[in-house]
């Protein structure tokens, strides 16, 4: 680990680089990613993630010696990732495969049983199924716990942002989701709208986003057995000194629960991490 990122942020950071609203090409993404891996802040940095999709595009893109970690987000049917990993470049780890999933009739989570299988398939690689924060939320989270017991690799994801404020959920029901999963001993991801530190009200857009930092403290005061009420307000914050504060004192243990976040720029949290003294990189990386 490196002296310069503390263990609290080790692979924080999943590099999203072409999705929106970054949505670099393949080769961009593929360039900067090799240089976020040789950079001294690469502890923070976890998979490339690609759409199922673009993985046939990937090998041509690599030096011949050249290994990648990568996580799959599955724009294709279930049945199709089933033969991932014997139909993928050697050169190439599959780390996650993610996949959103929807509430149908009476079963929060069609094809839930099919993504469950996944891991069985992928030697090593976690699965992550993306849940609507809707009705049905509590029974779906149930039966991933469920498949955990089991012995699967397999957890939640869960959206925190897009290009619309009802896709924003308020600290109370993310709280609640937090929550939710620290009962369940259930791991999670979150995607979008995650790029900075401190909870803010984007200029451009009028969204209030959440913070990473307040994900971090939030979650660690839900594991230590605060209600939602508790946790929300820590959500809520954007005050940075009590939040940065909260992730100094535990800077050198491991996320509880949280597994990380998706983010189309790398260097946005780094930045952040940064000015707020909570990684040491002896500099300000240029955007």
């Known amino acids: ?20 609203p970054g949505s670099a090409t393949l080769p961009e993404a593929v360039t900067a990613h090799r240089r976020h891996r040789g950079a001294w802040y690469a502890p923070l940095v976890g ?14 893109l690599l030096a011949e010696d050249e290994k990648i970690d990568v996580g799959v987000i599955g724009d294709v049917p279930v049945s199709e990732l089933y033969p991932l990993r014997d139909r993928t470049d050697p050169r190439i780890r599959i ?3 993610e996949m959103a999933v929807a509430k149908r009739g009476e ?23 993306e849940i609507p924060l809707t009705w049905g939320l509590l029974g779906a989270l149930d039966r991933l716990a469920d498949e955990r017991v089991a012995g699967k690799r397999i957890a939640a994801k869960f959206r925190t942002g897009g290009l619309a404020a009802e896709l924003f959920p308020t600290p109370v029901e993310l709280a609640a989701v937090i929550g939710a999963c620290r009962d369940r001993e259930l791991p999670f991801k ?28 939030g979650t660690a005061v839900a594991c230590a057995g605060a209600e939602v009420a508790e946790v929300a307000e820590t959500l809520a914050g954007t005050d940075p000194l009590p939040l940065v504060e909260a992730a100094r004192s535990r800077r050198e243990e491991h996320r509880p629960l949280w597994i990380g976040f998706g983010s189309c720029s790398v260097m946005e949290p780094l930045i952040d991490l940064v000015r707020l003294g909570l990684v040491n ?6 955007q």
């Open 47 to 60: 998979p490339l993630l690609l759409p199922a999709s673009a993985l046939p595009n990937l090998p041509a």
């Open 1 to 20: 680990m490196s002296t310069q990122v503390p263990r609290l942020f080790a692979g924080l950071v999943d590099d999203a680089a072409v999705f929106p």
């Open 95 to 97: 780390r996650q495969v």
């Open 107 to 129: 079963d929060p989570l069609p094809g839930l049983a099919a993504l469950a299988g996944l891991p069985a398939h992928l030697d090593d690689a976690d699965v992550y199924a």
């Open 190 to 217: 979150l995607t979008a709208g995650l790029h900075h530190a401190i909870r803010h009200i984007d200029p451009e857009t009028g969204f209030t986003h959440h913070g990473f930092v307040n994900v971090l403290a």
């Open 281 to 286: 990189g002896g500099f300000e990386p240029e």
